[in-house]
Each structure stands twice: as structure tokens, then as C-alpha cells.
């Protein structure tokens, strides 16, 4: 049965939605054998955030879908809206669905992106734009500086390290492995110029995955 928005607040409905989705990312993972560690939870601001961080492989979502206490939505290829079930819950969770081969499509989910952020629903987004695969942070592509500004959230980083290590680094077969996340501080626009937010969040991100993976 549909959750009615109009009888909840945004918070309230995307933490009563979220329980289907955590439980399944929780099953996901502990039968893969997949342990994960979480720092930084102290830094989530309230209210609506947008989430930015690198993207190591396919368990990337379960795994933030699993651990970060604050439900999100977040961008999805087009392509998926044809999976029954699945597509219904990510259109429950707010996510937003983007077709890069079609231009006016890509505009679309930005303008989708911040009204969802304006409504009060978090977002996550990974700027990389694909899967690293455990091969270094890949170049971030600035689309969710704009998104941020228009919505006026705070940005929160987040450095994911191992995700690779269950599957992309083993010729796609499953295998245990451990994982970190760290929620590094939220970044609020106006504390510096836009044009050095790029950089500045990419290089956080960076130096916080090197940690991780020193650490492991």
C-alpha cells in the first residue's frame, strides 16, 4: 500500500518509506558476507542534505542505503524504471531517474534533483558519473554544484572505500569483504566562492579515501 505524502512530513514519510529498502540493502549485504564500519555520523546536519561521494562499484548504494542513518534518494539511469517493484520503490524514496544520451533529459533531472531537495527530501549523487572500480577517485563533474545552490542544502561528502573488493575486482563474482564510509563535515555554500567548491570537495574526498584505505 502507497504511503500518502500529504498526511506526513517529508522526514517522516522518507523514514517510514525507508524501511523497505534498509532491510533489503541489510539482507543484501550480510549474505555476501559484507561487514561495514561508519564514521563521522555526528556531522549530519537536520533538514534535507545533498550527498556527494566517489563511486567504487555496484554495492555502493546497498551499503549507503544500509548505514547512513538519514534516507536518501538519489540519481539513477533511465534503464531502470523498467524493473518492476525495484522502480517503484526508488520513485517512493524520491530518487531521480536521467537519461545522458538525451540532453534535454539531463536538464530535466537537475531541475527534478532540486525540487526534491526543496521539498525536503536528501539526495545522493556520485560525480564521478561512473563506478572507479578501486582504481582512484575518477574527476567529478560540477552538475551537483548547481543542484546545491538552487536548492540552498548544505553538501555532505562522503568517502567510500572496499566496495570494490566484493565484486569489480573480482571479475564480477561475490565475494566477503570489509568496508568504510566516512561522513566528513557539511559544507555549507556560502561558506566560500562556488567555483572553488568543486575542487575543494573532490580533494576531501580524495585524501579521506586514503585514509580508509590505509586504515584497512
Given at each position: 500500500?502507497?504511503?500518502?505524502?500529504?498526511?506526513?512530513?517529508?522526514?517522516?514519510?522518507?523514514?517510514?518509506?525507508?524501511?523497505?529498502?534498509?532491510?533489503?540493502?541489510?539482507?543484501?549485504l550480510?549474505?555476501?558476507?559484507?561487514s561495514?564500519?561508519?564514521?563521522?555520523?555526528?556531522?549530519?546536519?537536520?533538514g534535507?542534505?545533498?550527498?556527494?561521494?566517489?563511486?567504487?562499484?555496484?554495492?555502493?548504494?546497498p551499503?549507503?542505503?544500509?548505514?547512513?542513518?538519514?534516507?536518501?534518494?538519489?540519481?539513477?539511469?533511465?534503464?531502470?524504471?523498467k524493473?518492476?517493484?525495484?522502480?517503484?520503490?526508488?520513485?517512493?524514496?524520491?530518487?531521480v531517474?536521467?537519461?545522458?544520451?538525451?540532453?534535454?533529459?539531463?536538464?530535466q533531472?537537475i531541475?527534478?534533483?532540486?525540487e526534491?531537495?526543496q521539498?525536503?527530501?536528501?539526495?545522493?549523487?556520485?560525480?564521478?558519473?561512473?563506478?572507479?572500480?578501486?582504481?582512484?577517485?575518477?574527476?567529478?563533474?560540477?552538475?551537483?554544484i548547481?543542484?546545491?545552490?538552487?536548492?540552498?542544502?548544505?553538501?555532505?561528502?562522503?568517502?567510500?572505500?572496499?566496495?570494490?573488493h566484493?565484486m569489480?575486482?573480482?571479475?564480477n563474482?561475490?565475494?566477503?569483504?570489509?568496508?568504510?564510509?566516512?561522513?566528513?563535515?557539511?559544507?555549507?555554500?556560502?561558506q566560500q566562492?562556488?567555483?572553488?567548491?568543486?575542487?575543494?570537495?573532490?580533494?576531501q574526498?580524495?585524501?579521506?579515501?586514503?585514509?580508509?584505505?590505509?586504515?584497512?
Amino acid at each position: 500500500m502507497r504511503i500518502q505524502k500529504s498526511q506526513l512530513s517529508a522526514q517522516a514519510y522518507d523514514e517510514e518509506v525507508y524501511k523497505v529498502p534498509r532491510h533489503w540493502a541489510t539482507n543484501i549485504l550480510k549474505k555476501a558476507g559484507v561487514s561495514v564500519e561508519i564514521s563521522g555520523v555526528e556531522h549530519l546536519p537536520i533538514g534535507p542534505v545533498l550527498f556527494i561521494s566517489n563511486h567504487e562499484g555496484n554495492f555502493d548504494i546497498p551499503v549507503l542505503i544500509a548505514h547512513v542513518p538519514k534516507p536518501f534518494g538519489f540519481l539513477s539511469k533511465v534503464e531502470v524504471k523498467k524493473i518492476p517493484f525495484i522502480s517503484d520503490w526508488m520513485e517512493e524514496m524520491n530518487c531521480v531517474f536521467i537519461d545522458r544520451t538525451n540532453r534535454k533529459n539531463a536538464l530535466q533531472s537537475i531541475h527534478d534533483s532540486v525540487e526534491r531537495l526543496q521539498q525536503g527530501h536528501s539526495l545522493l549523487l556520485f560525480p564521478e558519473g561512473t563506478r572507479s572500480k578501486g582504481n582512484g577517485v575518477q574527476p567529478f563533474k560540477s552538475g551537483f554544484i548547481r543542484i546545491a545552490e538552487r536548492a540552498n542544502v548544505p553538501i555532505v561528502p562522503i568517502a567510500i572505500y572496499g566496495t570494490s573488493h566484493i565484486m569489480e575486482q573480482n571479475n564480477n563474482h561475490i565475494v566477503p569483504a570489509h568496508v568504510k564510509i566516512q561522513l566528513l563535515p557539511y559544507v555549507e555554500l556560502s561558506q566560500q566562492p562556488s567555483e572553488w567548491l568543486l575542487a575543494d570537495i573532490q580533494n576531501q574526498i580524495e585524501q579521506a579515501v586514503a585514509q580508509l584505505k590505509g586504515d584497512l
